[in-house]
């Protein structure tokens, strides 16, 4: 197997080739003099099974592009198998249309994603699972909740609660309390714009408990801030924020803090200063997997 890293995902699709023991390629990428890109396999790929790292948050289109013509590329080498590792999948959020007159943004990029070369899929906590379907080639999703779980049992947390800020968020909150044999549940969220949130109070026992709130994005912050302000009404202990995807855009990290969050925890689906956690051992995983 090789693996090739995408600009977008250097240090993953490092640790991924580590793990699997495999080589690790990385393309020559340069933009013309007009911005548009230029990428190059320089290595020979023919007969090998083949893996491109790529993620494809800010500046999303971009690096898309890149995804899109690191497949082309190895797909012209005549490769024997070729796989998108996605860790972040960008517009995954607009999977159905919301008002007449959208577009389903997902269901045109799945399309492309195909269309360049891809014959299966690496995710990692997509939006909605159900929106895999777009695609026609085999998808897996594999999630960081467990990896996260495990982040916070080394830190010595004080009778913890993992907390979903929504009623999607359960699956995350459930997922990672298990690996502490903690306990979990989940806030009632509804959103007003794509900036503004409401998140009902409910009864919850966190006096002096540390809470992990846990969600698969975190975005501009909001959802966060909203149930954090709902736990320090009660007593609450320390307040940590965990996340597969750490977008955060606007200042949400400033925003966080301000109500008392005290360390963000992300992954490397997106590498940022967040990037705390790798989510190599579940690609992997899911790359042993293939065909079984
Ligand atoms: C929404 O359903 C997602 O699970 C996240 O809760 C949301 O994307 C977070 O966005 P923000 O940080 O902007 O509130």
Partial sequence: MIVVGGSASQRLAEGVAKSLGCKLVHPEVKRFPDGELYIRIQEDLRGED???????????????????????????????????????LAYARQDKLFKRGEAVSLKLVSKFIEEAG???VVVVDIHEEESVSYFSIPVRNVTAAPLLGRYFKGLGLTNPLFLGPDE?????????????????????????????????????????????????????????????????????GRIFAACTHAVLAENAFGRMASVGVERVVGTDTIETPWSTVSVAPVVVEALMKRGS
């Fill in 118 to 120: 891809a014959q299966d």
């Fill in 168 to 236: 999607k968020a359960v699956k995350q909150a459930s997922s990672a309390a298990k690996e502490l044999e903690a306990s979990f549940d989940c806030l009632k969220k509804e959103r007003l714009t794509p900036n503004q949130v409401v998140t009902s109070e409910k009864s919850l026992d966190v006096e002096r408990r540390d809470v992990v709130i846990i969600d698969d994005i975190i975005s501009t912050g909001g959802t966060i801030v909203e149930a954090a302000k709902i736990l320090k009404n009660k007593g609450v």
């Fill in 50 to 88: 083949v893996v491109v790292v790529q993620s494809t948050h800010h500046p999303q289109n971009d690096r898309l592009m890149e995804l899109f013509l690191l497949l082309e590329a190895a797909k012209e080498q005549d490769v024997k198998h070729l796989t998108a590792v996605i860790p972040y």
